[in-house]
C-alpha cells in the first residue's frame, strides 16, 4: 500500500507541474502565483499522505509508527520546495522580462 501512496503522491506533483507550465503559457506571474499555491498546500499533502501511511502501517509490538510520520513529512518538504523552484523560476523569469523592456 505504500508504494501506490507514494505512486498518487508523484502523479499529483506531476500533474501540479504540467498546469503550472499551462498557466505559465497564458501569463509569467500565474507561474509565479502558482509554485507559491503548492508552497502552500504542501502542509496538507504532507499530513494526509502521512495519516494515509500511518493508517495503512502494520503496527508491530512496539511500534509507534514514526516511519509514517517522518515520510509524511519528507513528502511535504519535497512538495514545498517543488513549489518554491516554480515560485523561483516564475520570479527569475519575470524579472529577466522586466529588465529586457528597459
Not at 513528502?75 to 515560485?87: R, S, Y
Request: with cysteine.
Amino acid at each position: 500500500m505504500e508504494n501506490f501512496i507514494l505512486a498518487v503522491f508523484i502523479c499529483i506533483i506531476f500533474l501540479l507541474n504540467i498546469c503550472s507550465f499551462i498557466f505559465f503559457k497564458r501569463s509569467q506571474w500565474r507561474f509565479v502565483l502558482w509554485g507559491l499555491s503548492i508552497m502552500l498546500s504542501s502542509p496538507i499533502i504532507g499530513f494526509l499522505s502521512g495519516s494515509l501511511l500511518f493508517h495503512f502501517q502494520h503496527l508491530e509490538q512496539g511500534e509507534t509508527g514514526e516511519g509514517a510520520a517522518y515520510g509524511g513529512a519528507i513528502l511535504g518538504l519535497f512538495t514545498c520546495a517543488n513549489g518554491f523552484l516554480i515560485l523561483l523560476g516564475g520570479s527569475i523569469y519575470v524579472l529577466v522580462l522586466k529588465l529586457r523592456a528597459r
